[in-house]
């Protein structure tokens, strides 16, 4: 392929894809995947290794885990009795969708011991002050600082002499003002996730889940265990989440694609027609690419 077809067809993909980088937001099972003490880590069980009695090499596994281990999503059911299931949460609101990051490491960093830091509105009206109001159909991450601690599940948890749990977490004021965001602001859908970068959205030592119950109520799915969010900058990216579709699933593990740089994000619409654009650009993509090869 020549230097002209190469670079045309890598402005094709910059049009059809609109983003300048990809950042990975999942921790990896069996390697770094922080879990829950009180919930099930994946175990794997190889069942077949090796070559078959026809010299083809042949690997087959069995998995067992929670559906809230390692970077996982939350589906509104979990905490919401007439919430979606994970297989329920319509595919338009977790493809592209706009995405913001909110930074409070600096805060939380000041509780050494037993951190039950609440990440508080103050911290979000400052991000707004400073950035414009959050877009509509939006997913918010919050970066705690505590992702740096997940190889250590004893600091991660912050589990204490009593078994008891402390990490940082939305206050359950942050969680009614997330809530009713798209209200306040005349959005047609509102804040439509939830991300941080530790084991829960609530604050470690919670015992009644309050901000699991007020945001899983308005159908906002949380993302827990979420990486690299010091990676990602505090606008202009989109986010896709791609769960295990379980039916009836209280949430799921989770791969969680940032494109950083994003800026057209998918509409929340039909999932037929959400599909329909990108698949006549991809269209567009692949007859271009047939005539450059020819």
């Known amino acids: 392929m020549s230097s002209l077809a190469v670079l045309t067809l890598t402005a094709l993909v910059s049009v059809v894809f609109g983003y ?3 950042i990975e937001l999942s921790y990896t099972y069996l390697y770094d995947a922080p879990t829950m003490p009180t919930q099930k880590a994946l175990e794997l069980t190889s069942i077949k290794k090796g070559t078959n009695k026809f010299g083809i090499w042949v690997e087959l596994n069995e998995f ?3 559906e809230h281990s390692g970077s996982h999503i939350d589906a509104p059911v979990h905490f919401s009795r007439d919430g979606w299931t994970v297989d329920h949460i319509p595919l338009d609101r977790l493809y592209r969708r706009p995405a913001i990051k909110v930074d409070v490491s600096a805060k939380a960093s000041r509780f050494k011991n037993f951190n039950n830091y609440e990440v508080e509105v103050r911290d979000f009206e400052r991000w707004e002050s400073a950035n414009g109001i959050i877009p509509d159909g939006a997913v918010v ?8 601690l997940h190889k ?4 991660y948890s912050g589990e204490d002499q009593y ?7 939305l206050s359950l004021e942050l969680a009614r003002w997330l809530a009713s965001h798209g209200h306040e602001n005349g959005h047609e ?3 439509i996730g939830v991300g941080i970068d530790t084991l829960s959205l609530d604050v470690g030592n919670s015992i009644k889940y309050e901000s699991h119950v007020k945001l899983l109520g308005h159908n906002i799915y949380g993302l827990e265990n979420v990486a690299n969010t ?3 900058p505090a606008k202009d990216f989109l986010v896709t989440v791609l769960p295990l579709k379980i039916g009836g699933g209280s949430g799921s593990p989770v791969r969680i694609i940032a494109e ?8 929340i619409v039909t999932q037929s027609a959400a599909c329909a654009p990108s698949l006549s650009l991809l269209a567009c993509a692949s007859v271009l690419l047939s005539i450059i090869r020819g």
Do not use: M, Q, Y
């Open 141 to 148: 991450f919050i970066h705690t600082g505590w992702g740096a």
């Open 230 to 232: 010091d990676k990602l």
């Open 20 to 22: 300048e980088e990809l």
């Open 152 to 155: 250590n599940i004893t600091a």
């Open 64 to 66: 067992c885990t929670s």
């Open 260 to 267: 950083i740089g994003g800026t057209a994000p998918a509409p």
């Open 189 to 191: 859908h509102g804040i």
């Open 163 to 169: 078994g008891k749990f402390n990490f940082p977490g």
